[in-house]
């Protein structure tokens, strides 16, 4: 199993820049690759980033295209989402999210943090 535990949230302004981290414990961090989604009250968790196993590879959603960027270090059993640009739509609670395989919905995805809040004012 795979432990997760995000961190970085906050209240920014909009246009402000937040860099959440999300530490994984447990079995080997660099056996899965690793996601970021969030959830807005009232509406369904919706994909953000991913990143596959070794960093060859990431997606975004394209909402977050050219603000966001995912990354990790595996020396670390850490993986980063550099927010910039944030929009007040950004708000929500941000998950991070682990699989064996790149996974581009939540369903997609084994195990989860308990998210962590972003709250952007206009």
């Known amino acids: 199993q795979v432990q997760l535990l995000e961190s970085g949230g906050g209240l920014v302004q909009a246009g402000g820049s937040l860099r959440l981290s999300c530490a994984a414990s447990?079995?080997?961090?660099?056996?899965?690759?690793m996601g970021w989604f969030r959830q807005a009250p009232e509406k369904e968790r919706e994909f953000v980033a991913v990143?596959?196993?070794?960093?060859?590879?990431?997606s975004y959603a394209n909402s977050v295209l050219g603000r966001f960027t995912i990354s990790r270090d595996n020396a670390k059993n850490t993986v980063y989402l550099q927010m910039t640009g944030l929009k007040p739509e950004d708000t929500a609670v941000y998950y991070c999210?682990?699989?064996?395989?790149?996974?581009?919905?939540?369903?997609?995805?084994?195990?989860w943090g308990k998210g962590t809040l972003v709250t952007v004012s206009s």
């Open positions: 447990g079995r080997t961090f660099s056996s899965y690759a």
């Open positions: 990143i596959s196993r070794d960093s060859f590879s990431m």
């Open positions: 999210a682990a699989a064996p395989r790149v996974s581009l919905t939540p369903g997609g995805m084994d195990y």
